[in-house]
T-cell receptor, first 110, second 114 residues
Framework: RKEVEQDPGPFNVPEGATVAFNCTYS??????FFWYRQDCRKEPKLLMSVYSSGNEDGRFTAQLNRASQYISLLIRDSKLSDSATYLCVVIPGGSYIPTFGRGTSLIVHP | DAGVTQSPTHLIKTRGQQVTLRCSPK?????VSWYQQALGQGPQFIFQ???????QRGNFPDRFSGHQFPNYSSELNVNALLLGDSALYLCASSSPPGQEITQYFGPGTRLTVL
């Protein structure tokens, strides 16, 4: 089993839709979690950290489920500009080695 | 506030050659990590430098080596290039290990090995 797994998609949704991605991780000692966004042929950029209690940033909501070992990202009211690949990142406790998932591709169409 | 910079942006090499990639971290950061991102995959951690020493290393062969300078900039060296080394090489900077671990990425160097 891979350390961090994501459905590569693509998720193809209309503008205004709500879409959710999950990311599962295998190391139960993982302590830090992030979502990054990567546009085509560009570098990853931090979208948001994921906190145990869940957190929201505008249209984006991130949640952590430690019991089932997954994190999720919910995007409400999708915009064309949300089209990108969304990478989840997991960092085990005591280590500073981030493990990236392969990313989930989102395409928002008019 | 200067972000992470990398050079060159693109590079074409042939099998067996050696390559050096360069990275300058974001202002205020002293930790530099290097990643390899193959097409359609997430970034894979190569190694991390802090205080001019390699602190962590991922599952990459010894052909991959690095260096960090007193001004925190860093180099990634790859010897005996293979076709499979073709990828986007990303540098990320952050605060010292144990502090804020959010990483900021540079634009990357796209390496093509022919």
């Amino acid at each position: 089993r891979k350390e961090v797994e994501q459905d590569p998609g693509p998720f193809n949704v209309p503008e205004g839709a709500t879409v959710a991605f999950n990311c599962t991780y295998s190391n139960s000692a993982s302590q830090s979690f992030f979502w990054y966004r990567q546009d085509c042929r560009k570098e990853p950029k931090l979208l948001m950290s994921v906190y145990s209690s869940g957190n929201e940033d505008g249209r984006f909501t991130a949640q952590l489920n430690r019991a089932s070992q997954y994190i999720s990202l919910l995007i409400r009211d999708s915009k064309l500009s949300d089209s990108a690949t969304y990478l989840c990142v997991v960092i085990p406790g005591g280590s500073y080695i981030p493990t990236f998932g392969r990313g989930t591709s989102l395409i928002v169409h008019p | 506030d200067a972000g992470v910079t990398q050079s060159p942006t693109h590079l074409i090499k042939t099998r067996g050659q050696q390559v050096t990639l360069r990275c300058s971290p974001k202002s205020g950061h002293d930790t530099v990590s290097w990643y390899q991102q193959a097409l359609g995959q997430g970034p894979q951690f190569i190694f991390q430098y802090y205080e001019e020493e390699e602190r962590q290393r991922g599952n990459f062969p010894d052909r991959f080596s690095g260096h960090q300078f007193p001004n925190y900039s860093s180099e990634l060296n790859v010897n005996a290039l293979l076709l499979g080394d073709s990828a986007l090489y990303l540098c990320a900077s952050s605060s010292p290990p144990g502090q804020e671990i959010t990483q900021y990425f540079g634009p990357g160097t796209r390496l093509t090995v022919l």
